[in-house]
């Protein structure tokens, strides 16, 4: 009897556990299926941002070989990219080669260690290139406000935000140095920089030469003599006499013999010994000697024409446009 | 009657061949035309803005906010799966 009951209890309790341990069996394998569709999943996304990485750094690459940065900075950073590539290659490798979920998931582990010191590095480049350019926009803006101001606009409002934007450029430089800069300096670089740029623009559309105009941009260390019905901008280090001195509409002066900007207009005679910068519209004749360079358009819808001089050089503009 | 059939039927051949084709005959039509004139493609000075350096400005911005932009992206990546 006793044996009896052993039996049902025996076939009762195997009668149960029996469908249990085939759905446990089952449930393993959806849930098998259920990891290697997610695996494919984010195999696919993982291979996907890497080669992001990837195409970025190319990218930037390209843009840094193209750019006119000096070739000391250039190589320093192709080679820093070179080196940011080879550690995304790796990264790739490491994804390439999970075979199933298990080994995914400790490839990502490895590369979010990797990836804690390669994104720094990736910052640090982006932001040296960024800082780069926006000097040389920076110094693009000077030469624009240099260029409104020859033509008697009021840039001081235009100054203003370059004095700005180069006091933030300065800031990042030094937090580049010793690597403490942050996605925020750079922002406030970018805004600095943008404020001045659409002061430009709106400059630009005040700035519209007479097509009889010309226009000459010169640079003398020696010295030099302007003439002609003319409004332009002396910037620079040395002596200047303008007659007649009323001609004058503007005239700061710096330490010592530094002008930092004298506006003259109308019909003048300008003579000057140093280093000067001018910028010279309307009809006139500039006449300099020593060594320099100039860009002069003869009548204003004509194409610049550049160039340098080591002994003298005469530019006539503005006539017979 | 043979024969003159044999010269009609030669004659018709004969005529057919030697009378050149009668687009030959033809010369070509020339119709007078007028010179139409063409207009010559004048140069456009530059915009002011382009002259001035603006829109190089203003693209190289655009670039250097969208590598920023991109950076920022691929450092939203997470990494549990």
């Known amino acids: 009897m006793n044996l009896a009951k052993f039996m049902l209890i025996l076939l009762l309790t195997i009668a149960l556990a029996y469908p249990a341990a085939a759905a446990d069996g089952e449930g393993k394998g959806k849930a098998n299926d259920f990891r290697d569709k997610i695996f494919e999943t984010h195999k696919e996304r993982a291979m996907k941002w890497v080669e992001s990485c990837y195409r970025w750094a190319e990218r930037l690459e390209e843009k840094v070989r193209a750019s006119n940065i000096g070739d000391e900075a250039k190589n320093r950073i192709q080679a820093r990219i070179e080196n940011m590539k080879g550690e995304i290659g790796e990264m790739r490798s490491k994804i390439e080669n999970a075979k199933n979920y298990s080994e995914l998931r400790d490839a990502m582990r490895e590369i979010r260690t990797l990836w804690i010191e390669l994104s720094k590095q990736m910052r640090l480049i982006a932001y040296e290139h960024f800082v780069i350019q926006m000097e040389k926009i920076i110094e693009k803006l000077e030469e624009l406000a240099d260029r409104f101001e020859s033509h008697g606009l009021d840039v001081s409002s235009f100054r203003d935000a370059i004095d700005e934007a180069s006091d933030a450029l300065e800031g990042v430089k030094a937090k580049l140095g010793d690597g403490t800069v942050k996605y925020s300096d750079i922002a406030n670089l970018r805004q600095k920089v943008m404020n001045a740029f659409e002061e430009s623009k709106k400059l630009a559309r005040e700035y519209r030469p007479k097509l009889s105009d010309g226009i000459v941009m010169a640079n003398v260390s020696g010295s030099f003599k302007l003439n002609g019905t003319v409004m332009a901008l002396i910037k620079g280090n040395g002596t200047v006499n303008v007659e007649p001195t009323g001609a004058k509409i503007k005239e700061s002066k710096g330490k010592e013999n530094v002008i930092e900007a004298l506006v003259v207009r109308g019909k003048v005679n300008v003579t000057g010994e140093g280093d000067f910068k001018i910028i010279a519209h309307g009809n006139g004749t500039l006449t300099m000697n020593g060594n320099g360079s100039y860009t002069y358009k003869q009548c204003m819808n004509q194409k610049f024409v550049n160039g340098t001089f080591s002994d003298g050089f005469t530019i006539n503009f503005g006539f017979g446009c | ?81």
């Open chain 2, 1 to 81: 009657m043979k024969q003159l059939a044999i010269f009609l039927i030669l004659s018709i051949l004969f005529l057919g061949c030697s009378a050149p084709p009668s687009e030959k005959t033809t010369p070509p039509k020339i119709t007078p035309t007028t010179p139409t004139p063409t207009a010559t493609p004048i140069p456009t000075p530059p915009s002011i803005e382009s002259e001035l350096g603006i829109e190089d400005i203003q693209k190289e911005l655009e670039e250097l906010e969208k590598l920023l932009s991109e950076l920022q992206e691929l450092e939203n990546i997470t990494f549990e799966i």
